[in-house]
């Protein structure tokens, strides 16, 4: 099974699992949750969002709005 459908279907079972069974999963990865990177203060990162937002303000980047996306969404599907 692939990780995209394994995450789905983890997703939708924390979402309805009972407060127990919650708390026990969070417990199993409780340690790893707290270790992760906080981005807002990995530097790379933030280097990364400073570049992207210079490209979009500059007009370097083209980008969609909302509407346009789900018109191309929708055009792909049908295609």
Same mark, same amino acid.
């Given at each position: 099974m692939a990780?995209?459908?394994?995450?789905?279907?983890?997703?939708?079972?924390?979402?309805?699992? /009972?407060?127990?069974? $919650?708390? @026990?999963?969070?417990?199993? $990865?409780?340690?790893?949750?707290?270790?992760?990177?906080?981005?807002?203060?990995?530097? /790379?990162?933030?280097?990364? +969002? /400073?570049?992207?937002?210079?490209?979009?303000?500059? &007009? +370097? $980047?083209?980008?969609?709005?909302?509407?346009? $996306?789900?018109?191309?969404?929708?055009? @792909?599907?049908? &295609?």
């Amino acid at each position: 099974m692939a990780a995209t459908a394994i995450r789905d279907r983890l997703y939708d079972y924390i979402r309805y699992a /009972d407060e127990k069974k $919650v708390k @026990a999963i969070y417990t199993m $990865v409780e340690e790893e949750i707290n270790e992760q990177i906080n981005l807002w203060e990995d530097k /790379d990162f933030l280097k990364e +969002i /400073d570049m992207r937002l210079d490209e979009y303000e500059s &007009g +370097i $980047v083209k980008t969609s709005t909302w509407e346009e $996306v789900k018109q191309k969404a929708k055009l @792909a599907k049908k &295609g």
